[in-house]
DNA sequence: ATTATTTTTGAATGATTGTTCAAAAATAAT
DNA sequence: ATTATTTTTGAACAATCATTCAAAAATAAT
């Protein structure tokens, strides 16, 4: 009974997700996120709770669905930089994502990932 | 003539770079610059320009003086993940630091940086 | 139809953000 | 001493931030 939801919780953490690759955890602002989904922040609200819940659901999302995926592989390094340190939370997943990740050279794995996204390699100018 | 700078830029170059460190670029407020230095908004502000200004010349300093320090790699993380992408003075300032990098293995040098900063090695609590 | 329940709407809130700048203080030159 | 120059001071500013919530809308149950 009740309303119907006018979103799949699924396909928008998809788009969330894309939002904080885009501009890591503390870059991102809520507008970023109503314009990017098309729903309104109470929407939001009344799904994630918070932020920090759209983006744990948004990483543990990812980390269950395509472990070694380039989003996933982000998230996870945002997560690492801007959030593990002060969150228990995002600590745990992220142990968990280690534990499981297939990836034989993990360092390496992040480590390129880290280069690729700085665009340092690509295009003289 | 005029009066006397109360401070030496590099001592306070050391300290904001302590703090970029810890809060990361976007996570790093004025106020916690203002903290941790002793300088008021004022002087941080004529003596660096911007927030920008204080973290890049944070960052010139220390690939000039330490390059493969902890701090330094930490900075180079920081401006990788979170300003190279949208800003070509960072990308170039970047460049450099990898040309010269001492380090073999430059990928897995970073990886193993973010990782440790994530703290999801130590302690199993 | 009426009632109950859930979701959407979006304006409002208070806090925090980076930046500015006129006035005061300190020093050097005349 | 007076003038010129530089730095410090810190209040003020507009913009942006994440979050809240009462009202409206939509659906299901009675």
């Given amino acids: 009974m009740g309303r119907k939801k006018s979103f799949q919780q699924s396909e928008i953490l998809i788009i969330i997700s894309d939002v904080f690759v885009k501009y890591g955890f503390e870059g991102t602002s809520l507008d970023d996120l109503v314009k990017a989904t098309g729903l309104l922040r109470g929407s939001l609200y009344s799904a994630f709770g918070s932020k920090r819940g759209m983006f744990i659901d948004a990483l543990s999302e990812n980390i269950k669905q395509q472990k070694d995926s380039e989003i996933t592989i982000n998230l ?24 499981e990740s297939a990836s034989s050279n993990v360092m390496e794995l992040l480590g390129k990932a880290v280069l690729k996204r700085s665009g340092i390699l690509e295009g003289g100018e």
Same sequence: chains 1, 2.
């Fill in 76 to 99: 996870v390094i945002i997560a690492m930089m801007e959030l593990a340190a002060k969150d228990n939370t995002i600590r745990q997943l992220l142990k968990q994502w280690y534990k």
